[in-house]
């Protein structure tokens, strides 16, 4: 029973950390770019 819990506690760390960093770093500057292009459009027209 002490090859069992062993490979258990060494996977799950591994699987975890690529994950979050690659995540994370994409979503906020794609979200941030479509934003400030719709303020500049109701300006015009009223003028």
């Known amino acids: 029973p002490a090859s069992a819990p062993s ?8 699987l975890l950390a690529p994950a979050p960093p690659t995540t994370t770093t994409v979503p906020p500057p794609v979200l941030q770019a479509p934003a400030p292009t719709t303020t500049t459009k109701p300006p015009s027209p009223t003028t």
Do not use: G, Q, R
């Open 7 to 14: 490979p258990t506690p060494v996977t799950a760390p591994v």
